[in-house]
């Protein structure tokens, strides 16, 4: 018999429609007190760890899931789940597959609906994840996250709808993995993944999202002595506007990395326009190219990154790599 550890984190599949229609958080998490869940196979260990809704989960709050899942590690735990509110839901998980060993399953889920909702997924996701994370199948594949019968990688899903139960998608490459009656089945895996441990997080991080006539406004406002990272989400296959160059080179002199990556849904970030502002120009003037990551994930890689006190030539390979 598999022992899984449930770790309760809040959002929307914790929480209960009123009279009035409007979601809000329990006292009391009801899919925490679920224990039908493979009746007779599962060890279900479970762990109210915080009750927030998900914009109120922060790095620090992921440092603390992360020491945390060390500890079941250490304690002989054969997998863990995790319920989070969907709306960072992939930053935790890919600030998770960054920061954990790849030894046990680790699967985040969630709900679009609330409990107490006609078409609750709450239950249901819960339930596959804890058959995802108790699989053998599931060994090696880094953190996962399940949610509507499908089986993603943390690095690459994301939120693509606000309120459909078929949100979490994978472009380009699509889910890794199904789950059938209970069971998880997979069709593709990563090629390899990298673990950068770390014990806190460093703040003055942030993302900008480039659009057009853009000016160097919002870059100048980060030029002070808190800044330590910035993304940002470029235009196309990785470009700016050319009256943001002047202030982001002065963010650039000041040794400030910077992460490149597009705005687009699908495809990848690449040095391929040869004017002021295209991508040739930004990586020549040293910004880093991140290919494969969205804005937010991008951000939590170069976080970690910088938590882990890379610098220089390593930060730039650990940031740019595809593939970790």
Same mark, same amino acid.
């Given at each position: 018999?598999?022992?899984?550890?449930?770790?309760?984190?809040?959002?929307?599949?914790?929480?209960?429609?009123?009279?009035?229609?409007?979601?809000?958080?329990?006292?009391?998490?009801?899919?925490?007190?679920?224990?039908?869940?493979?009746?007779?196979? +599962?060890?279900?260990?479970?762990?109210?760890?915080?009750?927030?809704?998900?914009?109120?989960?922060?790095?620090?709050?992921?440092?603390?899931?992360? =020491?945390?899942?060390?500890?079941?590690?250490?304690?002989?735990? *054969?997998?863990?789940?995790?319920?989070?509110?969907? *709306?960072?839901?992939?930053?935790?998980?890919?600030?998770?597959?960054?920061?954990?060993?790849?030894?046990?399953?680790?699967?985040?889920?969630?709900?679009?609906?609330?409990?107490?909702?006609?078409?609750?997924?709450?239950?249901?996701?819960?339930?596959?994840? #804890?058959?995802?994370?108790?699989?053998?199948?599931?060994?090696?594949?880094?953190?996962?996250?399940?949610?509507? *019968?499908?089986?993603?990688?943390?690095?690459?899903?994301?939120?693509?709808?606000?309120?459909?139960?078929?949100?979490?998608?994978?472009?380009?490459?699509?889910?890794?993995?199904?789950?059938?009656?209970? =069971?998880?089945? %997979?069709?593709?895996?990563?090629?390899?993944?990298?673990?950068?441990?770390?014990?806190?997080?460093?703040?003055?991080?942030?993302?900008?999202?480039? %659009?057009?006539?853009?000016?160097?406004?919002?870059?100048?406002?980060?030029?002070?002595? /808190?800044?330590?990272?910035?993304?940002?989400?470029?235009?196309?296959?990785?470009?700016?506007?050319? =009256?943001?160059?002047?202030? #982001?080179?002065?963010?650039?002199?000041?040794? +400030?990395?910077?992460?490149?990556?597009?705005?687009? %849904?699908?495809?990848?970030?690449?040095?391929? %326009?040869?004017?002021?502002?295209?991508?040739?120009?930004?990586?020549?003037?040293?910004? #880093?190219?991140?290919?494969?990551?969205?804005?937010?994930?991008?951000?939590? /890689?170069?976080?970690?990154?910088?938590?882990?006190? /890379?610098?220089?030539?390593?930060?730039?390979?650990?940031?740019?790599?595809?593939?970790?």
């Amino acid at each position: 018999m598999k022992t899984i550890l449930a770790i309760h984190t809040g959002g929307t599949i914790s929480m209960s429609q009123n009279e009035n229609g409007e979601v809000v958080p329990n006292n009391e998490n009801p899919i925490a007190k679920e224990q039908i869940i493979l009746k007779g196979q +599962i060890n279900l260990i479970t762990d109210n760890l915080f009750n927030l809704p998900s914009p109120h989960i922060t790095p620090q709050v992921m440092l603390t899931l992360k =020491q945390r899942i060390m500890l079941a590690i250490d304690q002989g735990i *054969d997998g863990v789940v995790i319920t989070h509110g969907t *709306d960072t839901l992939e930053e935790t998980a890919y600030f998770l597959d960054l920061t954990l060993p790849n030894t046990i399953p680790v699967v985040l889920t969630g709900a679009m609906r609330s409990s107490n909702e006609v078409g609750s997924d709450g239950l249901y996701n819960f339930q596959n994840a #804890i058959s995802i994370a108790a699989s053998t199948e599931s060994y090696g594949k880094g953190v996962l996250v399940a949610m509507n *019968d499908e089986i993603h990688t943390a690095r690459f899903v994301t939120k693509t709808h606000t309120t459909n139960v078929d949100t979490f998608r994978t472009p380009t490459f699509g889910p890794i993995g199904l789950v059938t009656q209970h =069971q998880a089945k %997979y069709f593709q895996e990563l090629i390899r993944t990298e673990v950068c441990d770390i014990d806190h997080v460093v703040e003055g991080v942030y993302l900008l999202k480039a %659009y057009a006539g853009m000016d160097g406004t919002l870059f100048s406002a980060l030029d002070n002595e /808190k800044t330590r990272g910035l993304v940002i989400e470029g235009l196309g296959a990785g470009n700016v506007p050319p =009256q943001t160059l002047a202030a #982001i080179q002065r963010l650039l002199d000041l040794n +400030i990395p910077i992460v490149l990556v597009s705005r687009c %849904y699908n495809g990848v970030a690449q040095k391929i %326009y040869d004017y002021t502002g295209g991508g040739i120009q930004l990586e020549k003037m040293g910004l #880093i190219l991140c290919q494969g990551l969205n804005g937010q994930k991008a951000r939590i /890689k170069l976080l970690v990154a910088l938590s882990n006190h /890379k610098t220089g030539t390593e930060l730039r390979r650990f940031v740019s790599n595809a593939v970790s």
